[in-house]
């Protein structure tokens, strides 16, 4: 395989042919006029910036009034930070908002749950809270009655 030396060219006998189909093209329009890449100059772009800073402002709906992305603008930002025309404290700042507690959690109350142990004809009731190392001997006794 040899090594890629750029896009394929088709040899077109000095007709112009099609990128897709590779057939000949019938009509060849020349578009003039802007390009749809703006130049924008440093004025502008610090305009654009400082509106950028105001507070309350979005960064995406400046870009998109001023027909720029949100990325040219973040960038535009950093070389003027960079260059020092824009002072760091211009920045706005992360604020949190603050933590309002309405009332304070009620403790719920857990119902009580019954346990009931069948060994023979002794039935063994208690609640839940008993924990197994008191439970155990109670069983044992319970079992050698039988």
């Keep these: 395989?040899?090594?890629?030396r750029g896009p394929r060219r088709m040899r077109t006998k000095g007709r112009p042919f099609g990128r897709l189909t590779g057939r000949p093209v019938s009509r060849l329009e020349v578009l003039e006029g802007p390009s749809g890449r703006r130049v924008r100059s440093e004025a502008e772009r610090a305009r654009i910036v400082a509106e950028s800073l105001l507070p309350g402002a979005q960064v995406s709906e400046v870009a998109r009034?001023?027909?720029?992305?949100?990325w040219q603008i973040y960038d535009w930002r950093r070389r003027f930070r960079q260059r020092g025309m824009l002072a760091p404290c211009e920045v706005s700042q992360s604020t949190f908002a603050p933590l309002v507690v309405e009332s304070a959690l009620e403790e719920r109350q857990v119902p009580a749950i019954k346990l009931e142990i069948a060994i023979g004809d002794v039935v063994l009731r208690t609640d839940t809270a008993i924990d197994g190392e008191q439970l155990s001997p109670v069983i044992?006794?319970?079992?050698?009655?039988?």
Excluded: D, Q
């Design 1 to 4: 395989m040899r090594p890629s």
């Design 65 to 70: 009034k001023h027909g720029a992305t949100r």
């Design 140 to 146: 044992r006794a319970l079992r050698a009655l039988r």
